[in-house]
């Protein structure tokens, strides 16, 4: 899919952001076509070729109705966790690379969860802010709700599915 200056997107890795440019850039001799994404969630831009973006899994970011749906998925999911965080954190990082909003929203809430009863290894600490960076920004992005919102509903569902564990 070609995207226009202004277009609201998703890098897997990265979240969701903006397609601030389009440049032609010289590598190897060779004009490549690139966009330039400003992404949401800090001051992070980069450059992706446009002939590559679909096979790095650049899409387009979800409707507020869709972001609707995917709130509503986090707080129904239900969690699973594998007690190898070895395994766990290699699995996380698959699950993350997918760019499929719905398998890092469970990666999220996984971790989120095991965070409040067992705590977190650092790498995992990281992989859970990057989910929740990549998850957050699209829902913001989407225009279906602010940071302040999406956080609060994650927090509360977090502390209903503790209560129930209980």
Aim: hydrophobic share 40%; net charge negative.
């Amino acid at each position: 899919m070609k995207y226009s200056i202004g277009d609201k997107v998703v890098h897997p890795m990265h979240g969701a952001g903006t397609v601030e440019d389009i440049k032609e850039i010289e590598v190897g001799g060779k004009k490549v076509l690139y966009y330039e994404l400003n992404f949401a969630g800090g001051n992070m831009v980069t450059n992706i070729p446009v002939d590559n973006a679909d096979k790095i899994g650049i899409r387009a970011v979800i409707s507020p109705e869709e972001a609707k749906q995917v709130i509503a998925n986090f707080c129904a999911y239900d969690v699973c966790i594998d007690s190898n965080w070895n395994k766990r954190q290699r699995d996380n990082i698959v699950k993350i690379k997918s760019g499929d909003i719905y398998i890092v929203l469970g990666v999220l809430k996984e971790l989120m969860y095991r965070e409040q009863t067992k705590g977190l290894s650092t790498s995992e600490r990281k992989t859970m802010t990057a989910a929740k960076q990549i998850v957050v920004s699209e829902i913001v992005m989407s225009g279906y709700a602010d940071l302040e919102s999406v956080e609060e509903i994650m927090g509360d569902s977090i502390e209903l599915l503790l209560e129930s564990k209980k």
